[in-house]
Each structure stands twice: as structure tokens, then as C-alpha cells.
């Protein structure tokens, strides 16, 4: 059974421009949430999708969005970019529906801003 | 707020057992624990959860406290490859998946 898939795993880019990461969810598994990891914060929730709508959102600002798509795979998109938003983007899906139901992590997209 | 406060970091043994502590005082009574560990370069792996009777699976063992105000991850016989970062978790609004990760702690095994 494949795990979480994110892509790309590597990016590069400049301060002003923006990003699109992309998650393809466990088969079968509804609910995609995103993570932003940084030495600094740790790991710091963004927002989580079942079924395209968006059912948490984090404490970040309006430049971070995401959209989940009817086959359940995920983008999360990045606007006007700063130099603080270099950071691990950690993609994880579930089944959903079920009270302590556990999510699994993809090995996620490394963002450098320059 | 859901919060959780481990140790920065602790040191063990290869082939002794390991014990992770987590206090979770703010935790709501009907929310689970979760732990889970991440190895360098890789995303978040999930270790165990449990709700208020301890918990065995395969690669670990929870101990959750009488009050639920704390746990135990416990690593019966540690191994090199359990060198990481272990994190326990709580969520916020509880039954979410919005976890709330702390610090964590970093095991380092010693061969």
C-alpha cells in the first residue's frame, strides 16, 4: 500500500513569488492535513480538508491556502513568499471519521526561500 | 490551550528499555494521547495511542496515568534505529486532526 506522496520534494525559491505543493493522500484515506516544520516553531499545524472543505485552520496568515480535490488529493499553495517561510511542509492523511483515528505523515516538501 | 511539556532530550542503552515521559495537564476528558517519533530527514511516523488503559502494539508501550495528566512511552529494548525525536500529542479542538505538537524529546542510543 503506498504511503503519502508529496511533491516536489526539494524547491527553491525567491522572496515575492509564490509556491504549490501537492499531496496524493493513502488510498482510500479522506482527511489531508498540512504542517509547517521550522527549527524554530517545531511543527505547527496549517489546515486540514475532508471531502474539499476545509474543516481547521492554524494561526497563519491568508498568504497560506489549500484546496483538497473530489479524489482527495491536496495542494497547499504559498503567496508573496518570505524568507520565514523556509520550513519542512509536511503533508498527512486518515481515514477520518473515526475518534482517535491516526494520521500518516509523507516525508514532505523542503522549501527554501532566497 | 491542548499542551504538552517533555524532556529535551535523554540518553539510553542499545537493548535496555527506554522511558519517555509526558505531562498533558490540560488534556480534556475525552481526547487521546498520541505519541509519535520522527527520524532525521523523514516525516512523523506514528508510535501508539491511547485514551486511559495503557496500550501495547508492536513497537511500544503507553502508560497513561490514573488522572490522564501524564504518560509514558516506554521502548522495551531500545535499538539504534530508534534514535529520534519522540513527540506526545495532544489535539485541539479534541476528536480534530488538528494535533498540537510540542518540543518533543530527542533519544539518542548508545551502542
Known amino acids: 500500500k503506498a504511503g503519502v506522496t508529496q511533491t516536489p520534494r526539494y524547491l527553491i525559491k525567491t522572496r515575492g513569488q509564490q509556491v504549490t505543493l501537492s499531496c496524493s493522500p493513502i488510498s482510500g484515506h479522506r482527511s489531508v492535513s498540512w504542517y509547517q516544520q521550522t527549527p524554530g516553531q517545531g511543527l505547527q499545524f496549517l489546515f486540514e480538508y475532508f471531502s474539499e472543505t476545509q474543516r481547521n485552520k492554524g494561526n497563519f496568515p491568508g498568504r497560506f491556502s489549500g484546496r483538497q480535490f473530489s479524489n482527495s488529493r491536496s495542494e497547499m499553495n504559498v503567496s508573496t513568499l518570505e524568507l520565514g517561510d523556509s520550513a519542512l511542509y509536511l503533508c498527512?492523511?486518515?481515514?477520518?471519521?473515526?475518534?482517535?483515528?491516526?494520521?500518516?505523515f509523507g516525508e514532505g516538501s523542503w522549501l527554501t526561500v532566497v | 490551550d491542548a499542551k504538552t511539556t517533555q524532556p529535551n532530550s535523554m540518553e539510553s542503552n542499545e537493548e535496555e528499555p527506554v522511558h519517555l515521559p509526558c505531562n498533558h495537564s490540560?488534556?480534556?476528558?475525552?481526547?487521546?494521547i498520541h505519541w509519535y517519533r520522527q527520524l532525521p530527514s523523514q516525516g512523523p511516523e506514528y508510535v501508539i495511542h491511547?485514551?486511559?488503559s495503557n496500550v501495547n502494539n508492536r513497537m511500544a508501550s503507553l502508560a497513561i496515568a490514573e488522572d490522564r495528566k501524564s504518560s509514558t512511552l516506554i521502548l522495551h529494548r531500545a535499538t539504534l534505529r530508534d534514535a529520534a525525536v519522540y513527540y506526545c500529542?495532544?489535539?485541539?479542538?479534541?476528536?480534530?486532526?488538528?494535533?498540537?505538537f510540542g518540543t518533543g524529546t530527542r533519544l539518542k542510543v548508545l551502542a
Open positions: 500529542i495532544l489535539r485541539d479542538p479534541p476528536g480534530t486532526y488538528k494535533y498540537i
Open positions: 498527512a492523511s486518515s481515514l477520518a471519521g473515526i475518534s482517535g483515528n491516526t494520521i500518516y
Open positions: 490540560t488534556i480534556s476528558g475525552t481526547d487521546y
Open positions: 491511547g485514551l486511559t
